[in-house]
């Protein structure tokens, strides 16, 4: 069954603390992995795209990578602007369409 | 570019009762989402249209939800009867496609459903 799971759920960190957030998925015929950042009240707003095992994604602190198996995004010296939910999706081909599954997100606090 | 557009933003209903949402997807995109998402879930497709035909919608509960995108162009997606666990966000999205290279999933802000 296709699955993506995010951890951790929850990340406090302090403002220049690096880290990393990880999505591992379970999905057959992978067509993309979606980074999304999802402020509260509002819609999840696009970072990046990865399709193949071993492409990196840049933007500002945040770095994306992939793996057969899972991706990470990497946030170098983040500041309190950078808390929010963290979404990651699969896209795969299913019956002769695209679908898109999402993860549960991690929440990510910076504190100054 | 314009993005997204959603209204409501907010609606608080009493259970069984009605509500509908309106969606104006990015201009030229064939491909329109409906998402529901669960405090502290990820979201949910709901349905998906590809121009004013519906690609999926395996997930809606259709005793109680239904979709609409008669032009091909904006949408709305109504409940009735509203329950209690029916309360989220809903998210529209669009896409130029369905899928291929470069294809990304834009969402809207939302509209924020409390069923009392």
């Known amino acids: 069954e296709d699955q993506v799971t995010q951890s951790p759920e929850a990340l406090r960190l302090q403002e220049g603390e690096s880290s990393s957030l990880n999505c591992s998925y379970t999905?057959?015929?992978?067509?993309?992995l979606f980074w999304y950042r999802q402020d509260p009240g509002k819609g999840p707003e696009f970072l990046f795209t990865l399709y193949s095992a071993g492409e990196e994604k840049e933007k500002e602190r945040l770095k994306a990578t992939l793996t057969k198996k899972e991706s990470f995004l990497h946030i170098t010296a983040p500041k309190p602007e950078d808390s929010a939910t963290y979404l990651c999706?699969?896209?795969?081909?299913?019956?002769?369409?695209?679908?898109?599954?999402f993860g549960t997100g991690t929440r990510l606090k910076v504190l100054a | 570019e314009a993005g997204v557009a959603q209204s409501p933003r907010y609606k608080i209903i009493e259970k069984r009762q009605s509500v509908a949402f309106w969606c104006n997807p990015i201009?030229?995109?064939?491909?329109l989402y409906w998402y529901q998402q669960i405090l502290g879930q990820g979201p949910k497709l709901l349905i998906q249209?590809?121009?004013?035909?519906?690609?999926?919608d395996s997930q809606l509960p259709k005793d109680r939800f239904s979709a609409e995108r008669l032009k091909g162009v904006d949408s709305t997606l109504k409940i009735q009867p509203a329950k209690l666990e029916d309360s989220a966000v809903y998210l529209c999205?669009?896409?130029?496609?369905?899928?291929?290279?470069?294809?990304?999933?834009?969402f809207g802000e939302g509209s924020w459903l409390t069923v009392v």
């Open positions: 999905v057959s015929g992978l067509r993309g």
């Open positions: 249209f590809q121009n004013n035909g519906v690609v999926d």
């Open positions: 999205a669009s896409s130029y496609r369905t899928g291929g290279s470069g294809n990304t999933i834009y």
């Open positions: 201009s030229g995109h064939a491909t």
């Open positions: 999706a699969v896209r795969r081909v299913a019956s002769g369409t695209y679908k898109y599954i």
